[in-house]
């Protein structure tokens, strides 16, 4: 079973702080990795995929990406209130089937 | 900046009857996927779908289901006798390719049954 996994949370932070998300996966063949934010009762919205060893950096937003250690991570700098919501980490594995994490809750306080 | 439709965005039905759920995707795009969401659980695959063919299901997507591409433009879900626990939100997805493309999502059509 390909697994991906995250801290449900929730994680709080306060406005203007870096916000600091982590997930791992199980499967070492997989290639894509992303990081989608849904708020309640909507759709998952894509924030930033990362396919390379490394950061990738795409405004307050930081995706950080290690396959030997099979670890994404994601970065938020200066949080913004409008920034609560869950952060779902997603790996395509085979097919182009994506798995998706349980998802990390934050919550920015003003 | 082109989205994935969906309609309806909420659908009520009783137990056992059949339901379509209907998704336009993005225009240039090939692969089209299908997952839904449990309130409360993770979000989770059904089947995607590419060449008028389904590429891959999960487990989830036994005979009860099946898609269809019955035009240019639309993509359905067709679930023939629904249970209580098909109730969740379903998301439609696109993809310009298939293996390592990012996915866009529609809003989601609620199904809830009764």
């Not at chain 2, 137990?15 to 225009?27: D, H, K, W, Y």
């Not at chain 2, 379903?90 to 059509?109: E, L, N, R």
């Amino acid at each position: 079973q390909k697994e991906v996994e995250q801290n449900s949370g929730p994680l709080s932070v306060p406005e203007g702080a870096i916000a600091s998300l982590n997930c791992t996966y199980s499967d070492r063949g997989s290639q894509s990795f992303f990081w989608y934010r849904q708020y309640s009762g909507k759709s998952p919205e894509l924030i930033m995929s990362i396919y390379s060893n490394g950061d990738k950096e795409d405004g307050r937003f930081t995706a950080q990406l290690n396959k030997a250690s099979q670890y994404v991570s994601l970065l938020i700098r200066d949080s913004q209130p409008s920034d609560s919501a869950t952060y779902l980490c997603a790996v395509i594995i085979q097919g182009g089937k994506l798995i998706f994490g349980q998802g990390t809750e934050l919550s920015v306080k003003p | 900046e082109p989205e994935v439709t969906q309609t309806p965005s909420h659908q009520v039905t009783q137990m056992g009857q059949e339901v379509i759920l209907r998704c336009v995707p993005i225009s240039n795009h090939l692969y089209f996927y299908w997952y839904r969401q449990i309130l409360g659980q993770k979000v989770e695959f059904l089947v995607s779908f590419y060449n008028n063919e389904i590429s891959e299901k999960s487990e989830i997507f036994d005979d009860q289901f099946s898609v269809e591409r019955p035009d240019g433009s639309n993509f359905t879900l067709k679930i023939r006798s629904t249970k209580l626990e098909d109730s969740a939100m379903y998301f439609c997805a696109s993809s310009v390719q298939g293996s390592t493309d990012t996915q866009y999502f529609g809003p989601g059509t609620r199904l809830t049954v009764l």
